[in-house]
């Protein structure tokens, strides 16, 4: 829903044409550091071999170079994150780990779905492993957790920021208008879609715009087609 807001041919990519672009080191890393900290509420302990062996196996699943520069700098920052993480990442009574939610909302013929990070007895955490840490959290970051809260609004929310450094948490009390836009999106796409049942059609309505990192190399080459860009 925000690749829709953000960048729509880009979307288009993405869900209809089922295009998407290998994950890169960063976001293997932020995989990696996440599955380590579950791993501590199971174990009792960060265990930095296992984060080590976790980010090596899925370079190789996700067919990222692991001889890359930026790849080994990731590799290199992994201690560091772990560090931030195993002692300022407290929280008690987790329930469930990359937990899949559903949100039914009225008149929308699918759920909303997403994955929860972290779920707490009484509170939902979102990581975000980061080389930046960021002085507010994003609206679309926002809405996100909205929809989180979509799905148990009893819960408090935090989006946990980590670096190789420090960390930062922002408690998010309020959010009745992310969730207001959720929706609001969610038709947006619905009606946008009922313009053609030719998926074709539709991208004809958009142009893209490679300038955006989310654009790889792959996808740009296959966008050229789509678009019948020379």
Excluded at 55 to 60: G, Q
Aim: aromatic share 14%; glycine share 4%.
């Amino acid at each position: 829903m925000n690749t829709f807001v953000a960048d729509k041919p880009l979307w288009m990519m993405r869900y209809l044409f089922g295009i998407k672009s290998s994950s890169g080191a960063g976001a293997v890393r932020g995989i990696a550091e996440e599955y380590a900290l579950a791993e501590k509420y199971e174990n009792g302990f960060f265990d930095f071999k296992a984060l080590d062996s976790k980010f090596i196996s899925l370079c190789c699943e996700l067919s990222v170079d692991l001889n890359d520069g930026r790849t080994l700098k990731e590799k290199d920052a992994l201690k560091g994150f772990g560090n931030v993480l195993d002692e300022n990442f407290k929280y008690d009574n987790l329930e469930t780990y990359q937990e899949r939610i559903e949100v039914e909302v009225e008149d929308l013929p699918v759920p909303v779905i997403g994955y929860v990070d972290f779920l707490f007895k009484d509170k939902i955490v979102d990581l975000k492993t980061t080389n930046r840490m960021p002085s507010t959290p994003t609206e679309a970051q926002k809405r996100q957790m909205a929809v989180y809260s979509m799905a148990y609004p009893k819960k408090s929310v935090d989006l946990f920021f980590a670096s190789s450094k420090k960390h930062s948490v922002f408690t998010l009390s309020s959010l009745t208008k992310y969730k207001k836009q959720i929706k609001d999106i969610a038709f947006t796409i619905q009606r946008f879609l009922s313009l053609s049942d030719d998926k074709h059609e539709l991208a004809s309505f958009e142009y893209p715009n490679f300038d955006k990192w989310e654009w790889s190399e792959d996808m740009k080459r296959e966008a050229k087609k789509i678009w019948s860009i020379k």
